[in-house]
């Protein structure tokens, strides 16, 4: 595991921008934490490190959202509102093995759905002394994802 802070939401899509560039087809990667902590910040970032251009949205209504213009294909889905706590009608598995990347905001409501090599972000808001920064561990399950780990923890060491 490797936690770092953020101070800026740009910092916060700055890292995601570093992530994606060793992210590739098939990558799962899970977003949990505080509501407001910089998950959808974050996903920007990792869009802008895959050449997206199209804004990034909060599919928090529409569940998944595909971007299929850029390096990779990026697959952003919210699951907090999943009626009965299911993703099996999701068809989540043919993303989870497909063409692109999968990024999945609320990953606790699909725990039996997820790959068992996957990287997860945990987002901690901290709002305290009027200081608005954010603590983002990450934790890898599976060798590519603890090489992408330390590649992007070696990146801001620089």
Do not use: C
Not at 29 to 36: K, R, S, V
Not at 45 to 68: C, D, M
Not at 80 to 102: H, K, M
Not at 125 to 142: Q, V
């Amino acid at each position: 595991m490797w936690t770092v802070t953020v101070s800026s939401p740009e910092a916060t899509q700055q890292l995601g921008e570093a992530l994606a560039q060793g992210l590739v087809a098939g990558d799962v990667i899970l977003l949990d934490g505080d509501l407001g902590a910089g998950k959808t910040t974050f996903t920007k970032g990792l869009a802008r490190g895959l050449h997206i251009k199209r804004n990034i949205k909060s599919p928090t209504f529409t569940i998944i959202r595909e971007y299929q213009e850029g390096r990779l294909p990026l697959y952003h889905m919210d699951i907090y509102r999943l009626d009965d706590g299911s993703g099996a009608d999701l068809g989540l598995e043919e993303y989870f093995n497909g063409d692109g990347v999968s990024v999945v905001e609320w990953s606790n409501f699909v725990a039996d759905e997820i790959p068992d090599d996957h990287l997860k972000i945990i987002f901690k808001r901290n709002d305290e002394a009027g200081e608005a920064t954010r603590e983002l561990s990450f934790i890898p399950h599976g060798d590519h994802y603890e090489q992408l780990v330390r590649t992007l923890e070696g990146q801001q060491d620089e």
